[in-house]
């Protein structure tokens, strides 16, 4: 599941032509009222999903346009000098699926299968960011060499989605991993469970049962015992980038079990993880916020309000199933997502404040405004009084004999009044 950012509003999200089948969220493990939240398009906390085929994601690592009904090239994950294409290192690309959400982030889920977990290492050692594995593909006795990191990386960046790793860094270091691992028959105690589970969380083969005491961060769940049978059918080991799924199927039918997943529990996790990415990204866009740009500015604030009243989902709500809440909570604890919500508080302080300081500055400028057209007209009452002597001189000199009296009668009753009060204001 790899993390992905764009600035496609909710309206350019409907009409740009992503690949794949367009389809609704419909997964069993998510409550109705969630679902009917991030299924409303058009609005920043609606999800666009897009079923993405076989053929269509080997067409896209590869690279290699394939025809209706041909076989598809088989691929290889190699060590670095590794010659020609040996079967243990065969892995194929499975129905994936892409998640745009309306708020600014998005998800490409990767289906792989493998013959053991070397290969798996290979394709997405989490906690390594560097990787030298080589890639390569055969096809009618052809065989070439491809990228699949830098391959997924051009196919996101043409669809205006850009991965939170940097570029020079493998694709898959700021990924998460939903890994299954299927066995035969049920099992008896949680201990095995445990076991199972934490194996696949490791990226070893099952029948190895490593341990690792040294992780903090891991939990499990399991499946209610089913009493008839007296045994547990399947169960979860969570940490803070995996979700281990170590089930029971009595046909080995890993392809059933990752469409089941990828249909039900898959959105699920996404739904927390969105959150984490979603306050990453606000972070981002607030550090590179435009000083002088309030449009830009009420736009962030409103997408961070719509964020924290309709974009984040308590455990509570998100499912009918305690196993589901309980891996939802788990998600959402172990990437301290909670407190990466809360924080969005102090993010939408900070932005009431440039606000104000846009509002201050707005204010300032009207009363400068305002000063300068005061002055302007207490020149223009300044100027015009030489220009009403002179108007009067001219009526004196050149008016006729009525206009006259009136002007030396005015101009003697203004000079009486004048006297007057000076003559007060002395006096006092």
């Not at 409550?31 to 398009?41: A, F, G, L, R, Y």
């Not at 700021?174 to 105690?189: A, L, Q, Y």
């Not at 490593?210 to 939990?219: A, G, L, M, N, P």
């Not at 990752?258 to 972070?283: G, N």
């Amino acid at each position: 599941m790899i993390p992905l950012k764009h600035r496609h509003s909710a309206k350019e999200i409907n009409e740009i032509g992503f690949p794949g089948e367009k389809c609704l969220v419909e997964s069993e493990d998510i409550s109705e009222s969630v679902k009917q939240t991030i299924n409303v398009p058009d609005t920043l906390h609606s999800v666009t999903r897009y079923k993405l085929s076989e053929k269509e994601m080997v067409e896209i690592a590869t690279g290699f346009s394939i025809e209706e009904k041909a076989p598809l090239p088989l691929l290889y994950a190699l060590e670095p000098g590794q010659e020609g294409t040996p079967e243990d290192c065969c892995f194929r690309l499975c129905d994936s699926e892409l998640y745009i959400f309306g708020i600014g982030v998005a998800f490409l889920v990767l289906g792989f299968t493998y013959p053991n977990a070397t290969i798996l290492r290979r394709i997405c050692n989490l906690g390594f960011t560097t990787s030298n594995t080589v890639y390569r593909y055969r096809s009618d006795n052809q065989i070439c060499d491809f990228d699949l990191n830098q391959r997924f990386r051009c196919f996101c960046e043409s669809l205006g989605l850009i991965p939170f790793s940097k570029e020079g860094t493998p694709l898959f270091v700021e990924s998460h991993v939903f890994n299954i691992g299927v066995v035969r028959n049920r099992f008896k105690t949680l201990d095995e469970i445990r076991a199972g589970s934490k194996t696949l969380h490791l990226q070893e083969d099952l029948d190895r049962h490593v341990t690792d005491d040294s992780e903090e961060d891991v939990f499990y769940t399991y499946s209610v015992k089913t009493q008839e049978l007296d045994s547990h059918r399947f169960g979860y080991c969570i940490t803070s980038q995996t979700v281990s799924y170590f089930v029971a199927n009595s046909k080995l039918d890993i392809d059933y079990e990752m469409r089941d997943q990828l249909k039900d529990a898959v959105p699920m996790v996404l739904l927390a993880l969105y959150q984490k990415y979603t306050c990453l990204h606000f972070r981002e866009l607030l550090s590179i916020l435009p000083p002088n740009n309030r449009d830009a500015l009420q736009k962030l604030k409103l997408a961070m309000m719509e964020f924290q009243a309709y974009g984040t989902f308590p455990a509570a709500g998100m499912s009918r199933w305690h196993n589901t809440k309980q891996i939802y909570k788990y998600i959402l604890d172990t990437n301290g997502i909670p407190e990466a919500v809360a924080a969005q508080s102090l993010s939408l302080k900070i932005l009431d404040e440039r606000e104000k300081e846009f509002e201050e500055k707005e204010e300032k400028e009207r009363d400068r405004r305002s000063n300068l057209v005061l002055f302007l007209l207490s020149l223009f009452g300044v100027l015009s009084i030489p220009e009403t002597v002179v108007s009067l001189l001219k009526s004196i000199l050149h008016g006729s004999w009525k206009e006259v009296t009136v002007t030396i009668s005015l101009l003697f009753l203004l000079s009486i009044t004048i006297l007057i009060l000076l003559f007060r204001k002395k006096k006092k």
